[in-house]
T-cell receptor, first 113, second 113 residues
Framework: SQKIEQNSEALNIQEGKTATLTCNYT??????LQWYRQDPGRGPVFLLL?????KEKRKERLKVTFDTTLKQSLFHITASQPADSATYLC????????????FGTGTQLKVEL | DGGITQSPKYLFRKEGQNVTLSCEQN?????MYWYRQDPGQGLRLIYY???????QKGDIAEGYSVSREKKESFPLTVTSAQKNPTAFYLC????????????FGQGTRLTVV
């Protein structure tokens, strides 16, 4: 079965720096890859979606890359702020129709003053 | 406001009892999902439904049951056969055309006492 790996250790960075989170997957490449943010005790919130034929996607301070050769996606938050502190989840979609998202375990980001 | 609503937020159940978690959406989405989240394990798919009166098992369906009698409702029953039901349960919905983002509810935290 497909395995999705995200760094289980928390990432601590200083305010204003760029945070980079990694999502690696095994086996076959997904058609789509999504990133979500989850705050404690709440449901995930969608951030960005990138397709297999796209190398990079941006939204405000967020950037996602998708390398199907390395089987890896990188998620960047530039000019990070304490409000960016949360758990970030990578999700992959393999089905030909509709959504059946498989999630990684998430990486906790802490942005310190 | 459009959205997806889960109730209750907290639920306590005695061992051996069945319990039903509610999930309602007014987004007019065809697809609905149930995930379970345990610490350090990310989100795992229990059941999903792409259309009314139809649903499929996810990765961890044993001990759970669902119904999809109405487009806007997808209740999950945690049966006494579920060996370790204490967890955070998340319901989600999405448009069932192409690959799009999932919208999540705020979750139900189930504790077996």
């Amino acid at each position: 079965s497909q395995k999705i790996e995200q760094n289980s250790e928390a990432l601590n960075i200083q305010e204003g720096k760029t945070a980079t989170l990694t999502c690696n997957y095994t086996n076959y490449s997904p058609a789509y890859l999504q990133w979500y943010r989850q705050d404690p005790g709440r449901g995930p919130v969608f951030l960005l979606l990138i397709r297999e034929n796209e190398k990079e996607k941006r939204k405000e301070r967020l950037k996602v890359t998708f390398d199907t050769t390395l089987k890896q996606s990188l998620f960047h938050i530039t000019a990070s702020q304490p409000a960016d502190s949360a758990t970030y989840l990578c999700a992959l979609d393999y089905t030909g129709g509709g959504n059946k998202l498989t999630f990684g375990t998430g990486t906790q980001l802490k942005v310190e003053l | 406001d459009g959205g997806i609503t889960q109730s209750p937020k907290y639920l306590f159940r005695k061992e051996g009892q069945n319990v039903t978690l509610s999930c309602e959406q007014n987004l007019n989405h065809d697809a609905m999902y149930w995930y379970r989240q345990d610490p350090g394990q990310g989100l795992r798919l229990i059941y999903y439904s792409q259309i009314v009166n139809d649903f499929q098992k996810g990765d961890i369906a044993e001990g759970y049951s669902v119904s999809r009698e109405k487009k806007e409702s997808f209740p999950l029953t945690v049966t006494s056969a579920q060996k370790n039901p204490t967890a955070f349960y998340l319901c989600a919905s999405s448009i069932n055309r192409g690959h799009t983002e999932a919208f999540f509810g705020q979750g139900t935290r189930l504790t077996v006492v």
